[in-house]
């Protein structure tokens, strides 16, 4: 656990720049969903699996309730930290470092865009 903080603290700003983002999306009463999401994002694994969930559909349930916007926005099922990050590189002005820049040319479209598990 001390590894996991110290290795996250270090991108304490991208974590905060994404809770941000992710709050403009949030419906009411549900914080702190965003921040809970943002830093279970940084983490190694799927997100479903970061937040201690089951699968990927019951993470998509929890995207529903709280961010139905960005379901909405959605629309290929791309895998949610992947498809965050491409959000936030399309409407960023540069405060981060996209980590998807090439979705269509990359190899991995079918890993990023796998059905729901």
Same mark, same amino acid.
């Given at each position: 656990?001390?590894?996991?903080?110290?290795?996250?603290? !270090?991108? =304490?700003?991208?974590?905060?720049?994404?809770?941000?983002?992710?709050? /403009? !999306?949030?419906? $009411?009463? *549900?914080? #702190?969903?965003?921040?809970?999401?943002?830093?279970?994002? %940084?983490? &190694?694994? !799927? %997100?479903?699996?970061? %937040?201690?969930?089951?699968?990927?559909?019951?993470?998509? /349930?929890?995207?529903?309730?709280?961010? #139905?916007?960005?379901?909405? %926005?959605?629309?290929?099922?791309?895998?949610? =930290? =992947? &498809?965050?990050?491409?959000?936030?590189?399309?409407?960023? $002005?540069? $405060?981060? *470092?996209?980590?998807? #820049?090439?979705?269509?040319?990359?190899? /991995?479209?079918? !890993?990023?865009?796998?059905? $729901?598990?």
């Amino acid at each position: 656990m001390i590894l996991l903080t110290e290795l996250q603290s !270090h991108r =304490k700003a991208e974590c905060d720049q994404l809770a941000n983002w992710l709050c /403009e !999306h949030l419906v $009411e009463d *549900v914080a #702190p969903m965003h921040r809970i999401i943002a830093s279970a994002s %940084l983490g &190694f694994n !799927h %997100l479903w699996q970061d %937040l201690g969930l089951d699968s990927r559909v019951e993470l998509r /349930e929890l995207m529903t309730d709280c961010f #139905p916007s960005l379901v909405a %926005l959605n629309v290929n099922n791309m895998r949610w =930290k =992947k &498809f965050f990050y491409r959000q936030r590189c399309l409407h960023s $002005e540069g $405060e981060l *470092v996209c980590r998807s #820049p090439s979705c269509d040319d990359c190899c /991995e479209w079918a !890993h990023c865009f796998a059905p $729901e598990v």
